[in-house]
């Protein structure tokens, strides 16, 4: 079946560091890829996402990379900010339709000033 | 961009009654939305997938008959609690697929429900 990996947390960085949270995936086929966050509280929003290898995902000054050779999608930020703290899911929907979103576990981040 | 309601936020009821729990698409279509269920510190749990016009898809483990979900509208899918105990204490969130078949489901905020 499908399956998401994700790294465990927590991670602790201060501001301004340079920020990786590892993802890697097993699927059939070519599954879309995302990163979805929640905050304290509050439900999910979509962060990025990447729909075919080699795609690049953005936002908010994250970035990850659909890699399908190494079958990953690695999260990146160059400057964390106190407010990036939460918590970040990697996820995968199958293609074809409407199907399941496999998450990974989850993990937090805490920024420190 | 796709924006998903939750209502209430909130709820906090006594053991043995029943919750409610609204989710809305409100700027699309959604032929299939889905409820999941997270523990403190945890990964969301599927519970359920819900069609417009036809029963839900319970996952494995999941009670059909405590967990009545009903996908009326295309905008409008509920989740209701039936004779609540405490360890259905838990965060609730629903999320959303537009009806032209994108990958990207859309969450709603979530909704905390504590059963005294």
């Known amino acids: 079946g499908n399956s998401v990996t994700q790294m465990e947390g927590p991670v602790t960085l201060s501001e301004e560091a340079f920020l990786t949270i590892n993802c890697t995936y097993t699927?059939?086929?070519?599954?879309?890829l995302f990163w979805y966050v929640q905050y304290p509280g509050e439900g999910l929003q979509l962060l990025l996402k990447?729909?075919?290898?080699?795609d690049k995902g953005s936002n908010k000054g994250f970035e990850a990379t659909y890699r399908k050779e190494t079958t990953s999608f690695h999260l990146e930020k160059g400057s964390v900010q106190v407010s990036d703290s939460a918590v970040y899911f990697c996820?995968?929907?199958?293609?074809?339709?409407?199907?399941?979103?496999?998450f990974g576990i989850g993990t937090k981040l805490q920024v420190i000033p | 961009g796709a924006v998903v309601s939750q209502h209430p936020s909130r709820v906090i009821c006594k053991s043995g009654t029943s919750v409610k729990i609204e989710c809305r698409s409100l700027?699309?279509?959604?032929?299939?939305m889905f409820w999941y269920r997270q523990f403190p510190k945890q990964s969301l749990m599927l519970m359920a997938t819900?069609?417009?016009?036809?029963?839900?898809?319970?996952e494995q483990g999941v009670e059909k008959d405590k967990f009545l979900i009903n996908h009326a509208s295309l905008t409008l899918s509920t989740l209701t609690v039936t004779s609540a105990h405490p360890e259905d204490s838990s965060f609730y969130i629903c999320?959303?697929?537009?009806?032209?078949?994108?990958?990207?489901?859309?969450f709603g905020p979530g909704t905390r429900l504590l059963v005294l």
């Open positions: 699927a059939t086929g070519y599954p879309s």
């Open positions: 996820a995968l929907v199958p293609s074809g339709g409407y199907q399941k979103v496999t």
């Open positions: 999320s959303a697929q537009d009806g032209m078949g994108g990958e990207t489901q859309y």
């Open positions: 990447a729909t075919k290898a080699d």
């Open positions: 819900s069609n417009e016009g036809s029963k839900a898809t319970y």
């Open positions: 700027d699309f279509q959604a032929t299939t």
